[in-house]
């Protein structure tokens, strides 16, 4: 079977830097995606890492390390419209489907 | 401007009664996705689609059915079978399903409700 842990809700400060943790239990990992939610609203894709490291993409990085099971999202200056879901997803090999986390609920204050 | 577009954003759904949730796509992209969204709850495959005139079950199909019959439409009607149907429904699509990489493009969602 498959487990992806992220916590529920997370709560920063503007300008500030906050990481948010996914950890995942699957064989054949082939791949874990990161998304952006705003509520009511369609996730829009952050970030993908199939090899261990880590990806930078502007204010926003990832993170894997796939022997841990791990991976986080780094969210470097943020803003107040950073105030969202953060969806984890994982894909195993041989199939076309992800398996998405409960998402972590981060709240940006002023 | 290319995209997914979901309708209605609101629907509501008497008891007995099946309803037909549209997704419609202009990014030619040959995969098609219906996602369920509970709160406290991950996104849940309910049917996907890779090609026309051919889906398959996700991991909660049941009360719920689908059909391609052109690459740019991808229905979920919610039959009466489906027992708790009041959730946020999204569609989403990829350019090529084979690629690991592949993301998902996701339309604005349906939020379904029972009366």
């Known amino acids: 079977g498959q487990n992806i842990d992220q916590p529920t809700e997370m709560t920063a400060t503007e300008g500030a830097i906050v990481q948010i943790n996914c950890t995942y239990q699957?064989?054949?990992?082939?791949?874990l995606f990161w998304y952006q939610q705003h509520a009511g609203e369609a996730p829009t894709f952050l970030s993908y890492?199939?090899?261990?490291g880590l990806e930078e993409k502007g204010r926003f990085s990832s993170f894997l390390s796939r022997s841990k099971g791990y991976s986080y999202l780094l969210l470097k200056e943020l803003q107040m419209k950073d105030s969202a879901s953060y969806l984890c997803a994982v894909r195993r090999f041989g199939t076309d489907k992800l398996i998405f986390g409960t998402g972590t609920r981060l709240q940006v204050f002023p | 401007d290319g995209g997914i577009t979901q309708s209605p954003k609101y629907l509501f759904r008497k008891e007995g009664q099946n309803v037909t949730l549209s997704c419609e796509q202009n990014?030619?992209?040959?995969?098609m996705y219906w996602y369920r969204q509970d709160p406290g709850q991950g996104l849940r495959l309910i049917y996907y689609s890779q090609i026309v005139n051919d889906f398959q079950k996700g991991d909660i199909a049941e009360g719920y059915s689908v059909s391609r019959e052109k690459k740019e439409s991808f229905p979920l009607t919610v039959t009466s079978a489906q027992k708790n149907p009041t959730a946020f429904y999204l569609c989403a699509s990829s350019i090529d399903p084979g690629q690991y990489n592949e993301k998902l493009f996701f339309g604005s969602g349906t939020q379904l409700s029972v009366l």
């Open positions: 699957t064989s054949g990992f082939n791949g």
């Open positions: 990014l030619n992209h040959d995969a």
């Open positions: 890492n199939v090899l261990d």
